[in-house]
């Protein structure tokens, strides 16, 4: 099966704090990925919650999704071939002390969990979640 061409990204809001969301998009830009939806918005508890419900067991979870909520985010759906593999090289390891030299977390993170940008971990989930972001009129 040939691989998607579409990705989920959150930037985070530690980053968002920090005024990374230009460095951050250039980055993506300048990787290949083009824009396909974009929007500027803060999660409630229940939309952070649901969003990382896969972690409702782990230790880290009300943090992160204290994390997710304590300020706003930018959601984009990106687009480019391969586009879930190459994002998660271009993003790094999620803790930035294991990211490569070049990533997105080892520029930008602070954290483990204050580590500035999401990213889509499979096609089947870059679709769910960015239905969860945007509607169709929101996409180009
Ligand atoms: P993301 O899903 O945000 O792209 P990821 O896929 O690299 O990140 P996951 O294992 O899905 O990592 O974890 C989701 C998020 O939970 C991480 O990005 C980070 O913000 C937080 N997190 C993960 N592990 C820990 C941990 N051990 N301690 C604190 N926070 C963590
Ligand atoms: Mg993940």
Do not use: C, W
């Not at 480019?80 to 990211?99: M, Q, S, W, Y």
């Amino acid at each position: 099966m040939s691989k998607g061409n579409k990705t989920l990204t959150m930037i985070k809001p530690d980053a968002v704090e920090n005024n990374n969301i230009g460095g951050i998009l250039k980055m993506i830009n300048e990787a290949g990925f083009r824009i396909n939806a974009m929007k500027y918005t803060r999660l409630t508890q229940a939309q952070a919650s649901q969003f990382y419900a896969v972690h409702k067991e782990r230790p880290f979870y009300n943090d992160l999704v204290s994390f997710m909520t304590s300020g706003p985010i930018v959601a984009a759906i990106l687009e480019k071939d391969n586009a879930v593999e190459d994002f998660r090289k271009l993003i790094g390891a999620t803790n930035p002390a294991n990211a490569e030299a070049g990533t997105i977390r080892k520029v930008y993170a602070e954290s483990i969990e204050r580590n500035a940008v999401h990213g889509s971990d499979s096609d089947d989930n870059a679709r769910i979640e960015g239905d969860f972001f945007f509607s169709s009129l929101e996409r180009s």
